[in-house]
């Protein structure tokens, strides 16, 4: 016999976690949670307190941060080690780190405590599933195979058997396999670059702030980390990434260290270098009738401003708002009218957010016409801005757009 669920969701990273937890969780207002199974074939354990900084961290939002609450995640999250930051600066080449074209943006201007979170995936991965167990979710270790969609259900087949749902969700990342099994189609594009990610330490503080540097072959990130290193993450064009990444550790510090034009003085590696061929990935529809993609299985974007898992988190509590609205309505959770109003809500902010992205990678980063040295020189112009900057700052904060009702609400509201 198979087993049967309201709604499979295969994959249990960051995405597929929230996603899990908000819908077994259900609304405040209205608890009428929903059956939920989810396939994690590689649930890692958590990282014990001393233990190394993971490589693999993201910024987190504040609207990111306040799903994370809706799920019952964030207080475990934050009474571990994460990072908020409280400033950006962003520069090109062309001017110093200390000139006033860099430009600025200091949570307090907006009365905002800090701009987000520095925060190791797998930390918020872990949380994210024991949340969504606590509130009733089936955690199984297990692989998706094949699927067969029906008119009533969605049939599975995973490696510990079959399941039964009205819906089956995509959060199976870039490959996904779901994706490849319904048939969605993808657009594809290569950046040509390649993000170097590795922990650093750094001869200055990192003060609490996210440095960025737009170069003419890509873009370097200094990530502030809980334990005073930072996270780098260079995205280089993959002629410029290969010798990088082959070369000594020292050589490595030195090469880092004239790329930032010594914003934080010398810097070491304290981690191995790990390296991501980047690409940008779009699928051309987000649903199929009783299917639905959500975070880096329905798109990927450049990691230049720290979006990827901030689309995928809102993606999760847009079909979850949807979801549990249908369950009250009654309606046939599967069916592709409910499905359709997820694909308009998200793929119009995920389009708007991917473009703003590749102008600035275009621009900012390897653009040299009239228009690109205006840019950045210009970056400095914003500054005098307030308006400008308060968009800049609501866009950082991920309270822009047409947001889910779980990521407007206040922590005290
Ligand atoms: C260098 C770099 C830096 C980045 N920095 C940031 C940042 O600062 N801020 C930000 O917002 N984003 C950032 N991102 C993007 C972010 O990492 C991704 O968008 C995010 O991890 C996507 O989450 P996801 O849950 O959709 O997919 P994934 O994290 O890929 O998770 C997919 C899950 O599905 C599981 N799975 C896969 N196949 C199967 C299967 N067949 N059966 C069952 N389960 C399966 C996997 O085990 C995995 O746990 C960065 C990306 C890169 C490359």
Request: proline share 4%.
């Amino acid at each position: 016999m198979a087993e049967q669920c309201d709604v499979l969701i295969v994959g249990g990273g960051p995405v597929g976690g929230a996603l899990a937890a908000l819908l077994a969780r259900g609304t405040s207002t209205d608890r009428a949670p929903l059956s939920v199974v989810v396939l994690e074939p590689r649930r890692l354990p958590a990282l014990a307190p001393g233990a190394p900084i993971d490589l693999r961290v993201a910024a987190f939002s504040r609207a990111s941060e306040r799903v994370l609450r809706a799920a019952g995640a964030w207080d475990a999250i934050a009474a571990q080690r994460i990072s908020p930051y409280e400033r950006m600066r962003v520069w090109h080449e062309s001017v110093t780190p200390t000139s006033p074209q860099v430009l600025v943006f200091d949570a307090a201007e907006a009365h905002e405590p800090n701009l987000g979170y520095i925060i190791e995936l797998r930390l918020v991965q872990n949380e994210l599933l024991n949340a969504a167990e606590r509130a009733g979710a089936r955690i199984m270790s297990a692989e998706f195979a094949t699927l067969s969609i029906g008119e009533e259900h969605v049939h599975v087949e995973t490696s510990a058997g079959a399941i039964h749902a009205k819906l089956v969700v995509g959060a199976d990342g870039a490959q996904s396999a779901v994706r490849a099994a319904v048939g969605l189609t993808v657009e594809l594009m290569s950046y040509g670059q390649t993000a170097i990610v590795a922990n650093v330490a750094t001869e200055r503080p990192h003060e609490k702030t996210a440095w960025q540097r737009f170069l003419r072959t890509g873009t370097l990130a200094f990530l502030p980390l809980s334990d005073g290193t930072s996270s780098i993450v260079w995205s280089a064009d993959d002629d410029v990434a290969k010798p990088l990444l082959d070369a000594s550790p020292e050589a490595f510090g030195l090469e880092l260290r004239k790329a930032s034009d010594s914003a934080l003085g010398d810097t070491r590696l304290v981690s191995e270098r790990a390296a991501f061929p980047l690409r940008r990935l779009a699928a051309h529809r987000y649903v199929a009738h009783r299917c639905a993609l959500v975070g880096d299985a329905a798109h990927v974007v450049h990691p230049l401003a720290g979006q990827g898992v901030n689309l995928g988190v809102l993606d999760a509590a847009a079909l979850a708002e949807l979801l549990l609205a249908a369950r009250r309505e009654r309606e046939d959770l599967g069916a592709l009218r409910v499905l359709r109003q997820y694909e308009r809500w998200r793929k119009s902010e995920t389009q708007v957010m991917a473009t703003a992205i590749d102008t600035f990678d275009r621009v900012l980063a390897h653009g040299t016409g009239p228009l690109s040295r205006l840019a950045q020189r210009g970056l400095g112009w914003v500054n005098r801005s307030e308006e400008l900057k308060r968009l800049f700052i609501r866009r950082a904060l991920g309270t822009a757009g047409e947001l889910p009702a779980v990521a407007r609400m206040r922590a005290n509201a």
